[in-house]
């Protein structure tokens, strides 16, 4: 792709050169902010339009349009918008994780959403190359650093929008632009989208393989018995199975039951969110406590090597992790411990045991349901665990580890190729509505 034959100075730094046929214009002269719902004055107030909350909005432009309300109940309190109206997320982290849409196919042109959305009516854009201008890099992280409230509430204020100076190409260059993304972004998001089927079937496979470990063992001519458990079947003949009560050296406990002033330094406090791909990720801590927190905390539960983690409430309910780090931290009520009596329940086996199918299909039969998914303590300690001599369970880790870890290795592959695939995808967009590549005379049919 070649770039434009001439360029001059925007006279703006953060936008540097144009195209030369280019003019530098704020956002505020090419479309209209939050129009006004007045233009739906004659439908009557039952009339059914579509109802956009902020999980309806895709983080790549897809729209759930599934959702109905009465203008009767919305006209008051919500975002209006119609058909070609270009929408972005303006609260954190919506805003930074790029949600947006275009508005199409709404049953009678109009429809109404959360308050989150900042709405745009193109005048002099095309609403496909304005979407494109709003997800790009430089868009989003520019108005990051202008975000203001409080943690946590962050938003876009709206005069960011209106000031924003872009690069304005013709109504036909915009066109072509919009109609090479479109193409091209389809591509590289199927592409996407194939390698992350590919990662949901190395975990089925991951789960399977773990199922097998530490259900059956590693000998497949083993003598079998009915465990008398109808979600467990046969388990080898020589193995017990024992509540996870009986397998610990403490107690099943779990963190405070009370919210701590979170901080900007001291303590990481880590919840439900931190528990990923069986790993804690410490990067998604919910904050920092006070050293006198964190000691107070500690009388009930200090984290130990080897502890496993179970998330006993919300939506990843069931998710685990075990602790291999010597960092000093500390844990929310959400999260259940087990630690294991290291004489007859190896930590390793028993975390392989938290991941296998059956583990998972215990705590969906026995989880409750209230303002989210839950299951209580008393349930997590008198789980079954099939448990062979500690022996057989430190060779069962050993025998199984290679295979995991070549497993880990592939997702590992694959999630840094999605990673690469997302940068050149995010590239290409800024590079096009930038104007760094000529897209004029651009024919989507030829390609």
Known sequence: MKPYPKYKDSGIERLGEVPEGWP???LRFCLKLNPSKQEIRHLPKDTELPFIPMEAVGEAGSLDLSNTRPIDDVENGYTFFRNNDVAIAKITPCFENGKGCIFRNLVHDYGFGTTELTVMRPRH?????LYYLTI????????????QGSAGQKRVPDDYIRDYI???????????????LDQETAKIDALIQ??????????EKRVALITQAVTKGLDPNVPMKDSGIEWLGEVPEHWEVLPIKYIVSTPVTDGPHETPEILDEGVPFISAESIKGGKIDFELKRGFISIEDDLRYSKKYKP???DIYVIKSGATTGNSAMVETDIEFNIWSPLAVIRCNKVIADPHFVFLYVNSNEFITAIQLFWSFGTQQNIGMNIIENLQVPLPPISEQINICKGSKMELERIEALQNKIADSISLLREYRSSLIHHAVTGKIDLRGYDAQAQ
């Open 24 to 26: 530098a214009k704020r």
């Open 136 to 147: 790009s890099h430089q868009f989003r992280v520019t108005g990051i650093g202008l975000m």
């Open 166 to 180: 872009i690069g304005l190409p013709s109504e036909a260059e915009q066109q072509a632009i919009a109609t090479f």
């Open 194 to 203: 194939k390698k992350e089927r590919m990662i949901e079937l190395l975990k």
């Open 304 to 306: 130990m090597m080897n």
């Open 125 to 129: 854009l095309d609403p496909a190359f």
